[in-house]
């Protein structure tokens, strides 16, 4: 069975960094493609970011784009999300998904981790 923790959520000011994780357990994720997904209070989950586990290709939405990295370690099983120049309009609960399909659809997402709540001042 697929496990996913997410950490790293937290309180900071607009302008700042965060650095969200993504333990991985349960399987070989080589074939795997692991997405970042947010939702902000009464909104829908947006899909942000993804990475090709196997070559380490991203993807990033425009709301993203210039300000987020995503990046693995295979040896630790872990995605990170590095979040610069953070706005008050981040603010959300971060999960972390696994899905074997290249599609970039949350419906081809079928393993999620709790979430992280990252919350930015003005």
């Known amino acids: 069975q697929v496990q996913l923790v997410e950490s790293g959520g937290g309180l900071v000011q607009a302008g700042g960094s965060l650095k969200l994780s993504c333990a991985a357990s349960?399987?070989?994720?080589?074939?795997?493609?692991i997405g970042w997904f947010r939702q902000a209070p009464g909104k829908g989950r947006q899909f942000i970011a993804r990475?090709?586990?196997?070559?380490?290709?991203?993807w990033y939405s425009d709301s993203v784009k210039g300000r987020f990295t995503i990046s693995r370690d295979n040896a630790k099983n872990t995605v990170y999300l590095q979040m610069n120049t953070l706005e008050p309009e981040d603010t959300a609960i971060y999960y972390c998904?696994?899905?074997?399909?290249?599609?970039?659809?949350?419906?081809?997402?079928?393993?999620w981790g709790q979430g992280t709540q990252v919350t930015v001042s003005s």
């Open positions: 990475i090709n586990w196997s070559n380490g290709a991203p």
């Open positions: 998904a696994a899905s074997t399909s290249w599609r970039l659809i949350e419906e081809s997402y079928n393993y």
């Open positions: 349960g399987r070989a994720f080589s074939n795997y493609f």
